[in-house]
């Protein structure tokens, strides 16, 4: 099975991340921050990655440093557990709905990290969490496990629901990356023999 496990300690947070990439969309998550737990909730079932986090940060600062570090670790993650990458589809590409919300992704995990952030949140808050935090989240994400990620909400009105569409259309879309193809399970997915 693929399968990683990070642990992550700096003066500002200590995190600790365990994943499965073969699972069943299972997670147990704690990160004092609720509603990044809810989306990271909804990654794991729609990505079915078995996630299981502990996360302790400065959170009398802000939530800035804890966000940034678990998509650090995720990626770090995500990356450790797809090890050679034999094998895998490599791109995925998800369309989401969310109410009156529909957001796209699309990435390749090509050891490239790039994110493309077309997304315009028009409220700062959410519960209690900083909007402009979720693009630091997955640019930690991708620079950490080297992913080339575009993600674009193509239209939608509620903050809500523009961010965890962008939750679920990644994990749809990394879901569909990360599958084995049986007919070259044995070989990279790059005319350059590696990624």
Known sequence: ?????????????S???NINLDGKGKSKLKSGIGFLDHMLELFSK?????????????????????T??????????????????LGIKRYGTSYTPMDETLTRVSLDISNRPYLVWRVNLKIEKVGDMDTELFKEWFQAVVQNSGITMHIENIYGDNSHHIIESCFKSFAQALKKAIEIDKRVKKQIPSTKGQL
């Open 15 to 17: 995190v600790k991340i």
């Open 46 to 66: 729609h990505s079915l990655i078995d996630i299981n986090l502990n996360a302790k940060g400065d959170l009398h600062v802000d939530k800035h440093h804890t």
């Open 68 to 85: 940034e570090d678990i998509g650090i670790v995720l990626g770090q993650a995500i990356n450790k557990a797809l090890g050679r990458k």
């Open 1 to 13: 099975m693929r399968c990683a496990k990070i642990t992550r300690n700096t003066k500002e947070t």
